[in-house]
Each structure stands twice: as C-alpha cells, then as structure tokens.
C-alpha cells in the first residue's frame, strides 16, 4: 500500500512518560484514517509529530513512503500536512474572509489585495460545496461554519494532508451530516483526512480504515466493514464499557429548587444572546438542553452558575433571590458548576490537585484561620478515588493529569461539595469512553440522591441518555421539551435548528 502520512517505530517520550511507544501508522492517498482512543493515549502526541511540532525520540514520519525529518509546522504545510485542532483558533473579531488568508494574504502594491482573496476565497468555498458570508466576523458565525473555515484555511494554505480534530463535537446531527458528506467529497478529490474522534458510529459511517491506540501502543488497525463500535471501544479502554442509560421514573413533583422567569443573558460584548426564558428544576431530576453551540447556552450557564447576572427576569434558588446575587453567594446557596473550558476556568493548571479541589472551600476546612491540611488530604483523596482519578500525588500540578482526569478532578471537587444544583456544561468534551462512564454514573447518582442538575451538552447520545427532560435552544428561545422516552437523536436534533418535534 503506498503512503501517504504515517509513522514507522515512531517513539516519543516526556521525562518518565512514554507517549508513543514504537507507533506504526499508514493512511493511504485519497482516504479517510480515523484514528480513536482515550485520552491519554497518545493521539495527540502523534498527530503533533506528524505536524512537526514535537519531534520522535526514535522511529520515523513517512510521507509519500519516504521517512522525512520534520523541521517545524511550515515545513510540514509545505509537504501538505495541515491540522484543524477541536477548539477554532480564529481571531474574533475578525472576518471569516480575513481569517481565512491571515498570514497569507495576496498583496498588490503593497496592499492586501481584497478583491483577489475574495475571488480565491469564493472559488475555495465553492469547490468544497458550500457557501459563506466572508464579510460575517468570526465571533457572530455558528459553530458549523467556524468549523468548515478552519477545513477551508487547510485547503487555502495547500493541505491536501487534512488532521481534523474532533471535527463533529459541536454540530447538531443535520450539520454532521452535512460535514461527513464534505469530508467524503474531499476524499473523492484525492484528499487524505485524519480523522480524530470519540463518536464511534461517525467513525464507522465515513472512514476508510480506522486505528486504536492504547496506552501510547497501536493496538488494533481495521477498516469499518471487519468491526463495530462495541469491539472499537473495548480495543480503547481494555474492558467493556456499558453504556449509560438512567432508569426511567416518574417526574419529581413539588415546588422547583431552581426557577426562572422572563430570563435574558448577554454575551460580554452587551449582545442579548438569551431569552427571555423560564425554567424549573426540582431536585431528584437532571434537565437537559440541547442546542447548536452560539445559540445561548453560554450565557445561560454563565448566569446560573452565578458567573454573570442577568439582564432581566427574575431568579430564585431554594425559594432565595439570587438574581444579583455574587458568585460566592451562589456556591454558597448549594450550586456547583462543572465548567466546559475545565483548563482556563475549571482548574488552576499551576496549582497543586490539592488546592485545586480545596478551591472555594477553605472555610470548611479551617479552624481559627488555620487550614487542616490533614483533613484537605484525607477528603481530596476519597473523592478523587471515587471517580478513580488517576494522579502521581496530590502535590502534583493539575497540568500533570490527562484532559479525562482533569474533568474527573472537577466533578469530584463540585461533588464533594454537597451541592443541591450542579450546573454541568459539556462534561464529557474530549474525556474518553472510560472517563465519560465514571462521570455519567456520578451524575445518575447525584440525582438518585436527590440533587438537581442542568446538563448542557453537545452531544445528544449523553443527554438522551442522562436526561429526564430535554430542552432544546434556538436563536436564545426554548423551542421544545420531551420527556425521557420520547425524546430521539431525530427530533432533538430537529428542534435545535428551530423545527417542532414530529
């Protein structure tokens, strides 16, 4: 088989950690390579090599069959190796059209040439099937088409080697469709794409040929004809994984712990975003929203967690005002919060994993002023263990933990706080098979306990499965409800592009 990218023997370590550990890889020409397995499994260390921007200790990069000495990312751009990462590295406030050629942009008498990149970015958009608004600024485009720019940037830059990242993780199941269908159209036109996912079926219904890596090892190559999700996911973890499912119940009934009327959120630029809405949620159940990222669950979570107040509308928790309330009155009145940017807002990465799960909670821990690091030990211990968090010490910086046992670390801090609300946006983004089972078991058993929760998710499987009630957002406005049992992947997925369940 002739070679497009791959690696032989390829071998990367980071002090004692071994990354990659003797990696074999091949994607032919013009196919779609997925490449699956969790986190810390050394996808990301391979795809940074095959990149140039990390260099293997031993073993070799190929491309075109030929081993090849990366010298850096431009080196690779210029032999057509391009990456797409999961979060969109655009510059908001800029246009789609200027974000497309930043860095590359035609120049005429000393001048970007506007009309020459208006003209390549039309006839770009054009051979990949889809259209733009190239004058829209990248903070007020959809998640969809920030996604398709940064597939479009490749292509403008010369990739015809495409690493795409979690491509599908904010996109409603019509919009999947639609960039599953593109990456096919890619592959027809001599393209090769990388294709890293957790979305097993996605996996099976586009790819050519699919990699599992375990443990910095390739432990299984297959195409999607010789194989199924169940065996992917256990060549993944090691075991089986059973997927989640909350027992149906009747709905809890009783005055809502959490209610909100006439509520409206702006964004940090003062655009309303949100609402006006109402919302209840009493204890015993975990409500879901589904909804297309950019259709104003950030600010909805923002505002329930006490991270921002509302522009209007009333709000009350426990029966409490907290409509202008502080943040520290809000944790204080039993809400937790379990961020989806777990790096830059959930966790503290210099610190220790110690001080990250004391973080907020000193009081509880201090007597006349002074900590009981003892009993800051003994509790960040048991709770860590309760969600089988997988650290060194608890000295160690939280930067030293996987993206799965980071999440974990948040959920067992927000946990362990007794709360009777926990707010949870995205709480599997980028966690594996494995660590998304341990944290959607900690939410069934907070809700059997009694507590509340609001789950915002992307992915629809999880909220279908954790849900009693789904709520679907669009444009800011709560367009729909279904209960557990009635709600499908068909007609959530149609309400979050504004359409009324069938």
């Not at 069959?65 to 990312?73: E, F, H, N, S, T």
């Not at 919060?337 to 799960?357: I, K, P, T």
């Not at 709480?427 to 789950?455: K, M, N, S, Y």
Request: with cysteine; aromatic share 4%.
């Amino acid at each position: 088989m002739k070679v497009r990218i791959g690696a032989r023997n390829l071998s990367k370590g980071f002090g004692p950690v071994v990354a990659n550990d003797a990696v074999d890889f091949a994607a032919a020409p013009g196919t779609i390579h997925a490449l699956v397995g969790g986190n810390g499994a050394g996808k990301s260390t391979l795809m940074r090599i095959l990149q140039g921007v990390e260099r293997p200790d031993a073993g070799e990069v190929i491309l075109d069959d030929q081993p090849v000495r990366l010298a850096g990312p431009a080196d690779a751009y210029a032999r057509g190796v391009g990456m797409a990462p999961q979060e969109f590295m655009l510059s908001p406030q800029l246009t789609l059209l200027e974000n497309l050629i930043l860095g590359r942009e035609p120049m005429r008498r000393g001048l970007i040439d506007e009309r020459a990149a208006l003209s390549a970015a039309e006839a770009l958009a054009a051979s990949a099937g889809v259209r733009l608004d190239w004058r829209m600024r990248a903070a007020d485009a959809p998640a969809p088409v920030r996604q398709i720019l940064g597939i479009l940037r490749l292509l403008y830059r010369g990739a015809d080697v495409l690493i795409l990242d979690e491509p599908t993780a904010v996109l409603a199941p019509a919009q999947i469709a639609e960039l599953l269908q593109l990456m096919r159209k890619l592959k027809r036109e001599g393209r090769t794409i990388l294709f890293i996912s957790h979305k097993l079926e996605e996996v099976l219904a586009v790819a050519d040929a699919v990699t599992v890596m375990r443990a910095g090892r390739v432990v299984l190559t297959t195409t999607p004809s010789q194989t199924t999700a169940a065996t992917l996911a256990q060549a993944m973890v090691g075991e089986t994984i059973e997927p989640p499912r909350l027992a149906a119940r009747a709905a809890p009934s009783g005055e809502a712990l959490l209610r909100a009327r006439g509520f409206v959120g702006r964004d940090g630029l003062g655009v309303q975003r949100l609402g006006p809405i109402d919302l209840d949620i009493r204890a015993g159940e975990i409500v879901g929203v589904a909804g297309v990222g950019g259709n104003g669950q950030d600010e909805l979570v923002a505002c329930l967690a006490g991270l921002a107040a509302p522009a209007a509308g009333a709000l009350s928790f426990a029966g409490a005002d907290l409509g202008a309330a502080s943040t520290a009155a809000f944790r204080a009145a039993g809400i937790g919060y379990v961020s989806a940017d777990r790096a830059e807002e959930g966790l503290c990465q210099n610190a220790s994993l110690a001080d990250n799960f004391l973080a907020g909670r000193e009081a509880l821990f201090a007597r006349a002023g002074v900590l009981n690091l003892a009993a800051v030990r003994r509790s960040a211990r048991a709770a860590l263990a309760a969600l089988s968090v997988r650290y060194g010490r608890l000295s160690d910086s939280a930067a030293t933990l996987s993206g799965g046992n980071q999440q974990r670390l948040v959920m067992a801090r927000e946990l362990d706080r007794a709360a009777k609300l926990l707010v949870a946006a995205q709480p599997t983004r980028g966690v594996d098979i494995a660590g998304a089972a341990f944290i959607h078991a900690a939410l069934a058993a907070f809700r059997d306990r009694g507590g509340a929760a609001l789950l915002v998710s992307e992915d629809l499987e999880e909220l279908l499965a954790l849900s009693d009630r789904v709520i679907a957002i669009y444009n800011g406005r709560f367009v729909g409800e279904l209960r557990q049992g009635a709600a499908t992947i068909d007609n959530v997925g149609r309400m979050m592009l504004g359409q009324m369940a069938a």
